[in-house]
């Protein structure tokens, strides 16, 4: 087999690779997580992974609850990314987004 042969070969194979990488890391970070309670779902929901173990950051405790829900259900663009995605499409109901905003405030404490 010619080397000019397996170049084609070699990008093609890498190009699928990553084809199928983006598709598993794209599915596996859009798995819906059913809510027991705020702190599994803090955790499970991979909400921690943007706010911090003791939601430090990207969290303003101080703005008033429905703008918080509103945040929580809808999404919120941030000046950089990553955004905030929208949790009324997953599932979470407005009282459990109040649910979600104590326990991260309680975190906070």
Same mark, same amino acid.
Not at 7 to 20: E, R
Not at 54 to 68: I, P, R
């Given at each position: ?6 170049? &084609? ?72 990314? &990553?955004?905030? &995605? ?7 109901? &407005? ?15």
């Amino acid at each position: 087999m010619r080397i000019t042969n397996l170049k &084609p070969a070699g990008v093609i194979t890498c190009t699928l690779v990553l084809v199928a990488m983006v598709f598993l890391v794209s599915s596996s970070a859009q798995t819906d997580v059913k809510f027991t309670d705020a702190a599994s779902y803090y955790k499970d929901g991979k909400c921690v992974v943007c706010h911090g173990q003791k939601a430090e950051k990207k969290f303003d405790g101080d703005k008033k609850e429905e703008e918080l829900v509103e945040t929580m259900m809808k999404g919120k663009k941030a000046e950089k990314p &990553p955004n905030m &995605p929208g949790y009324e499409a997953k599932g979470l109901t &407005p009282d459990q987004a109040k649910a979600m905003i104590a326990y991260m405030k309680s975190l906070k404490q």
